[in-house]
Structure formats: C-alpha cells, structure tokens
C-alpha cells in the first residue's frame, strides 16, 4: 500500500482548488492585503460578488483578471 504524503501547505493546495474565495485567499493569492483586495473591490477593478454580507471571488475570473491586467515592457518604456 502506497502512503500519501502530506504537503507542506495543504491549506493553500486546498485554496487553489476551490472555485470561490474569499477575502483573505484572493490577498493571499494576489500577495496584497485584505484592505488592497477591499479597496480594487470597491474601486469596481477586482471582478467580486457579494454573498450575504461577505465578498467572494470566483477564481476563474481572478485569473482572468490578472491576465488582462499584464503590463509589458513597452507600455513602461
């Protein structure tokens, strides 16, 4: 019988499957704060929908997101 290894982070594998996240996995995820994450919300940025008071982020568009918000080098130059 083979013997399944624990990850090191299996709460965050665990975060990458899941289709809706909240608050503090999309901060996580994107390496901001919460209050960065609140703000791109309300700022109408961060595609977000609102689940009995609590702010849920599909991942899929997450991903989205940062694909259509890649900058180049040449919109820098």
């Not at 665990?14 to 901060?27: K, L, N, P, W, Y």
């Not at 929908?49 to 180049?72: E, P, Y």
């Amino acid at each position: 019988m083979g013997t399944k290894h624990p990850s090191f982070f299996p709460e965050k594998e665990r975060v990458m499957d899941r289709e809706i996240m909240t608050v503090e996995q999309v901060a996580d995820y994107l390496q901001i704060s919460k209050k960065s994450v609140y703000q791109l919300v309300h700022e109408g940025k961060l595609p977000a929908s609102k689940v009995l008071n609590k702010w849920r982020f599909n991942r899929h568009s997450i991903k989205q997101w940062i694909a259509s918000n890649q900058s180049t080098t040449q919109e820098h130059a």
